[in-house]
């Protein structure tokens, strides 16, 4: 009997986030975001409304962006996750962190993982956006800092130099 | 917050899906791509004793055609209808509104099933069934049933299907040649919800607008159809004064209210607004299509 309510109020998963294959044991209600940040310790992800509404826990599932407070750890059985953390190679900023950095595209730094996830998955999906596309890829993840306008010349630059190279 | 405890089921079959709703009385919730449910769950609006997640029914996620009707399975993503080649061609004006729901990272996750179960009256999707005279398919413990558009949207967040029935499929019939079909909304920001959107099909012969099907959302306790409207227009053509009698027609046919966004009186201006500039493209589209 014991075991039987055990079975109903928890469940192992099998994921890879950044590369990297997890086996943990979840709550069925357990958020993806707070797997993330709670048991694997990739606090990179932000949490900020809980609702999904400010795209601060914007993150990548199976190549697609989710609101990682909008989907229950469990769901993720067998999916391939990206966080923020994901993004920089052998210690190495991705160009869009260093775009970022150098158009001073962030200030506090709370939507910047929401806003670096979004605009690669934009970038993957269109080499060259217009200003106005990418107004429009970004349009579900708040900034309350930046006014939007360094984010918007960050993944432009990213766009351009990645066209030179 | 974080969603209070649940029972958690995963089906891999809408039959095991369907038992687990009788099973547990109408009291589980159904939870597809979860955009709209976990929001609530988090809030804690809503507190399922036990959640039945219908992800793992790979069965329910399909979009094709047969004799003259597209189906999409309950578990269509928005966002490959929105990309859908079969949609894009046969039933155009689903694609279009499909775009406008949320985000891009909503529309990832978020199903045609569960847009319309949920019965937002501000979403999209339930304006476009209801110009496309669509209808929903229906599994409970007693069998199938259809569910006509007309019939399906009840009031804010409340539909007819009965808490012990799964909605598995969703159907359009394949727009005939000849038609146009537009989606329009004005909302405050992309991705946000409409302020006001307008659907429309619209059928041309010749000079004549031989029938025309307007849905409009966020300007009621459910998406309306403007059946006056659309009998101004079938009966005077698409003409500047025959437009302009629609759009009072709606603005007295929409119940919006006052929220944070919006006034009343604002969206029932841009409801009128809308409709007319969404017949006239219909009508131009119509015009290339017939051609």
Redesign the interface.
Known sequence: MAKRAREATVREIELKVNGIAYHETVEPRRLLVDFLRDDLGLTGTHIGCEYGVCGACTVLVDGQSVRACLMLAVQADGAEVTTVEGLARDGKLHPLQEAFWEHHALQCGFCTPGMLLTAYELLQNNRNPEPDAIRDAIAGNLCRCTGYQNIVTAVQATAQASGRA | ????????V?PRSVADAVGQLQEHGGGAKI?AG??SL??LM??RLVRPPV?I?I?RISALAYIRETAGVLALGALSRL?AVAGSDAVTRRAPLLAEAAAHV?????R??GTIGGNLAHADPASEIPAALLALEGEVVARGPRGERTIAAADLFRGPLSSALDPTELLTEVRVPITPSGCGSVFLEVSR???DFALAGVAVLLQRDGGQCARVRIGVCGVGNTPLRMREAERILERSGVTEDALRAAARAVEQAVAPSDDTQASADYRRHVAGVLTVRAVAQAWQRAGREGR
């Open positions: 917050m974080k969603p209070p405890a649940f029972r958690y995963d939870l979860g955009q976990l929001p988090n809030l959640v997640d992800n966002h949320g985000h891009l990272a909503i990832h996750r920001r992309a991705g």
